[in-house]
Structure formats: C-alpha cells, structure tokens
C-alpha cells in the first residue's frame, strides 16, 4: 500500500509537495487542507481532495503523513504542535534561532499522540545543516563557510516592496567569487558579512516616485541592506515579470580542515545546490523525510526528531538489500 500524504497550506511549497509526492511512486497525494475556500483553491491530482483546515480531524485514518506548507513566522509555530498530536508530521519551520524552542512544542506534542514529527526539513535548515555536522564530525579541526545564492530572498524583496514609490521587486543574494575562491584555495579567510555576499536588487518604480531617494533608502536600509554592497537596477514592470518571475537559490557549504599528526595535510569539503525553484527543491526533500517518518512511526517511535536523528536509509524508497547492492 502507498503512503498517504496530506498537505496543509497551498502556498508555493504546497505545490512543490505535490509534484514531489507524483514523482515517488511509493506515495500518493490524499487531501490537501486550507484556511482559504477550498473552491478557490485549484490542486493538479484529480484524486486527491481539497478541504477546509476544519476537516483534518476526520482524516486521521487516511493520512499516513500530513506536510505542513505554511509559513515559517507565523503559522508553523502554532500549526505543527497542534497536528503532530493528530498526525505523523514533516515542516520545513526555517527561523533558526528558534529551532529549539520549536523542537520543544512539537515534541511534547508528538509523544502525548505516539506520532512522530519531523522538524526544518529542506535545504537550509535541512541538507545544508547535516553537510556541516558531517563536516564537522569527519574534521573537527577546520573552518565551516556557508554562502548563499544566487537566489531570490523573500524577506529581502519583501522589504524593497515596503518602501514608499516602490510598486515591486525583486532581491538577489549573491556570493562573492573572490571570498569563495580564497576558501576553495585552503586560505582559511576571515571573512566579514560584506565581503561574503552582495545584494542585486531589480526595482519597479510608482509613478512620480523620486529614483535616487528611493536607491538611497534601500541602501541604507539596516539589517537588510546596511552592511552589504548594493545594487539597485531599475526596471519596467514588464521586465521584472519576464525575467525575474522565478524563485531560484543555491548556495555553498564548505569546511575546510588539517589533519596528520602536525596537522600537514589540508582537506576541503564542499556541497553545493544550484536551484531553479527553492520550494520545489525544499519539496522533494521533505517528501523524503515523509517516507522517514512513517516508516519510524511503523516502528513505533514517538516525537519530535530533525534531520540529524534520521538515519540516511529511512528516506530511500529502496530496501537495503538494494542499497547495499547497488548504491555501497
Ligand atoms: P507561501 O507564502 O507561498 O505560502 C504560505 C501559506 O500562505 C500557504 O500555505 C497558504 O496557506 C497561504 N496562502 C494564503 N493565500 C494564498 C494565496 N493566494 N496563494 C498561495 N498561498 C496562500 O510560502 P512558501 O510556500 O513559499 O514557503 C513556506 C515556508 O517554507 C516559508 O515560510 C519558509 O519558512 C519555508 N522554507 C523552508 C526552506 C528550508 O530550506 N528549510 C526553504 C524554502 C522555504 P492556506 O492554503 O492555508 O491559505
């Protein structure tokens, strides 16, 4: 039998989880859950269901695995500890600093159901933070660097847009070659945030709005733009939809580390992602952490876990006699 899959939130990364679950013959798409009217609400399986939020409960017994879709400020934190008690869950909840805490809620959550959670699920947090524990525990001498992009930041556009005379926009985080290309040389730089990463930023401008103020503003903006180097590149509305109406990202992560007895022999560890589409990709990595979870909570394990306590053979679709065959 496949595993059900639920998705709750239809957002850009609701819909990467569908594409993903069509992708992996061993699952299917069963209910996709809203806040919204779920006429308003067009999904692409025909036999999958949309529903009102205020149905899930009366799926408990379909739904092998519900993936939370929402977003990471406001609606996961009170999202995944409410459903891991009803539900065997993955989310991709993004917001660093507030992992543990996070951690905490759907723990308790998940053991008081028997469910089994699984938190910050993608590429950052997800496949770029067990890089760094790999890295870390292989070479535990050495220096981590992650870098970011180029890629489309949504809070960073977001920003732009809040500027009076800015009627859209668009961010770009970019790495710098140079301060990539000393780490990738084993020059282990010291690097500030300015020298890591520039910010591109394509701007549509409100009728009468003043250009140099407007550049002057997002600048200067701080936290955002502050400490950075900056470019503002003005633009028509026609060419913001023609050339940056996708959501690509990517990034580096590296450690650098000396091993031998004097430490003599330099070591370079590096991943890197290059992305069309940031939600499509976190997606297929969460639909994997949805065969994770199910088949642990087969197992009979309980609460909250992230992707440091799953073994790598739970998220294969393979056995691992087949594994072992063919992928050793
Ligand atoms: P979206 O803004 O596209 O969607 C968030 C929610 O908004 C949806 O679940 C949906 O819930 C609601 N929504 C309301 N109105 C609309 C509408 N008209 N169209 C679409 N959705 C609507 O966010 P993303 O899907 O892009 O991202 C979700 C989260 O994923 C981010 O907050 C981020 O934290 C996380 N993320 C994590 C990554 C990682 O590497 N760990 C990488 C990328 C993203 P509803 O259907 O209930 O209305």
Known sequence: MSIRIGILGYGNLGRGVE???????????????TRRNPEDVKILTESASVCSISEVESWKDKIDVLILCGGSATDLPEQTPVYAKLFNVVDSFDTHARIPEHFANVDASAKEGGKVGIISVGWDPGMFSL?????????????DYTFWGKGVSQ??????????????????TVPVEAALKAVRNGENPELTTRQKHTRECYVVLEEC??????????????????????????????????????IPHGGFVLRSGKTGWNEEHNHLIEYSLKLDSN????????????????RLASEGAKGCKTVFDIAPAYLSAKSGEELRAHML
């Open 19 to 33: 594409c993903a679950v069509k992708q992996n013959p061993d699952m299917e798409l069963a209910a996709v859950f």
């Open 131 to 143: 890089t760094r524990m790999y890295a870390n525990a292989i070479l535990p001498q050495g220096n």
């Open 155 to 172: 809070g960073h556009s977001d920003a732009i847009r809040r500027v009076e005379g800015v009627k859209d926009a668009k961010q770009y």
């Open 209 to 246: 709005a003043d250009a140099k103020k407007v550049e002057e503003e997002i600048k200067n903006m701080p936290n955002y733009f502050a400490d950075y180097d900056t470019t503002v590149h003005f633009i028509s509305e026609e060419e913001l939809k023609k050339n940056h109406s996708g």
């Open 279 to 294: 939600p499509e990709f976190t997606a297929s990595v969460i639909v994997a952490y949805a065969r994770a979870a199910y």
